[in-house]
């Protein structure tokens, strides 16, 4: 491998980090803004963390069910699968988060997860 590759490696296993850990700092934030959104108790806005877990573990089977069936069904070389999926799932994070920023009811907020 030459240096630009491993360097773009790199950018991506850090980038990756850096997205984990700012999401596991945002879960309070997540709460309050959804308790001020929906003008619901936060009592009440904590059990979307329960349904956001819920929603990530499906998002998760889903991929490695798309993975497996991609890769026994291509051609490609696994790496060029692997890109795909990576970009296919930071597009939908980004759709989510967008989503979650403009949700009007609870189920758009669910949905944006």
């Known amino acids: 491998m ?3 590759v491993i360097g ?3 950018t991506v296993c850090l ?5 984990n850990a700012f999401s596991r700092q945002s879960s309070s934030i997540f709460i309050q803004y959804t308790s001020k959104r929906l003008s619901w108790p936060v009592s009440t806005a904590g059990y979307v963390l329960s349904i956001k ?3 990530s573990l499906g998002v998760l089977i889903g991929l490695a069910g798309i993975t497996r069936l991609l890769k026994a ?3 490609k070389q696994p790496l060029y699968l692997d ?4 970009r296919s799932s930071l597009t939908l994070l980004v759709v989510g ?3 979650i920023g403009l949700s009007w009811n609870a189920a758009s907020l669910i949905t944006g997860e």
Request: overall charge positive.
């Open 73 to 75: 069904r291509s051609i």
């Open 2 to 4: 030459n240096a630009f």
């Open 8 to 10: 773009k490696n790199i």
């Open 15 to 19: 980038s990756i980090i850096f997205i």
């Open 83 to 86: 890109i795909w999926i990576v």
């Open 97 to 99: 988060n967008i989503l």
């Open 53 to 55: 877990a819920l929603v």
